[in-house]
Antibody
Framework: QVQLQESGPGLVKPSQTLSLTCTVSGGSISSGGYYWIWIRQHPGKGLEWIGYIYYSGSTYYNPSLKSRVTLSVDTSKSQFSLNLTSVTAADTAVYYC???????????WGQGTLVTVSS | QSVLTQPPSVSAAPGQKVTISCSGSSSNIGNNYVSWYQQLPGTAPKLLIYDNNKRPSGIPDRFSGSKSGTSATLGITGLQTGDEADYHCGTWDSSLSAWVFGGGTKLTVL
């Protein structure tokens, strides 16, 4: 069974870059056929899709965040990563990594990690 | 403000049936598959329904999904206290070129 685990700092200062990594186990990130996704959830709010990356490195970002987001993948480590620049308090959220078959809904999710933006 | 509209909360008694609505537009629900997620307190969302009405392996048939036009509905029968959770709908939005979600509905089993 595929498992995903987020890791990274839980506290980021305003204007800095939020960096998170998702480690995938129980399945190959480079097997193809899947998008590797980042989604966030502001406290007490709904879900917001950030973007996805394919094992080849192809990316697609939410237009509302596109100017600040970069996704990358390291197939040798079975990891993919999120960089979000110029963060503000509005970026405080639980960040989830997830997997979706191409053209389908996200099915496997990580447990999520809370990132707080504060000085 | 979420692209998809869900009621903030619903409630029903154990053993009863409840439905949760998800309203969108032709650019999202109207022309794309809808999925539903269950989020128990303090946990990650779990896929309940995909492609409007399909259940992943292990999801009991007490959970069902349907779609009509630009709206979708999640139904839960035989309510249990363990069903108390937030439920989210989601789909692709062709105009926004992004996956979109509803604001979530909190289910209380009285």
């Amino acid at each position: 069974q595929v498992q995903l685990q987020e890791s990274g700092p839980g506290l980021v200062k305003p204007s800095q870059t939020l960096s998170l990594t998702c480690t995938v186990s129980g399945g190959s990130i480079s097997s193809g056929g899947y998008y590797w996704i980042w989604i966030r959830q502001h406290p007490g709010k709904g879900l917001e899709w950030i973007g996805y990356i394919y094992y080849s490195g192809s990316t697609y970002y939410n237009p509302s965040l596109k100017s600040r987001v970069t996704l990358s993948v390291d197939t040798s480590k079975s990891q993919f990563s999120l960089n979000l620049t110029s963060v503000t308090a509005a970026d405080t959220a639980v960040y989830y990594c997830a997997r979706a078959s191409v053209g389908a809904a996200p099915d496997y999710w990580g447990q999520g990690t809370l990132v707080t933006v504060s000085s | 403000q979420s692209v998809l509209t869900q009621p903030p909360s619903v409630s029903a008694a154990p053993g009863q049936k409840v439905t949760i609505s998800c309203s969108g537009s032709s650019s999202n629900i109207g022309n794309n598959y809808v999925s539903w997620y269950q989020q128990l307190p303090g946990t990650a969302p779990k896929l309940l329904i995909y492609d409007n009405n399909k259940r992943p392996s292990g999801i009991p048939d007490r959970f069902s999904g349907s779609k009509s036009g630009t709206s979708a509905t999640l139904g839960i029968t035989g309510l249990q206290t363990g069903d108390e959770a937030d439920y989210h709908c989601g789909t692709w939005d062709s105009s926004l070129s992004a996956w979109v979600f509803g604001g979530g509905t909190k289910l209380t089993v009285l």
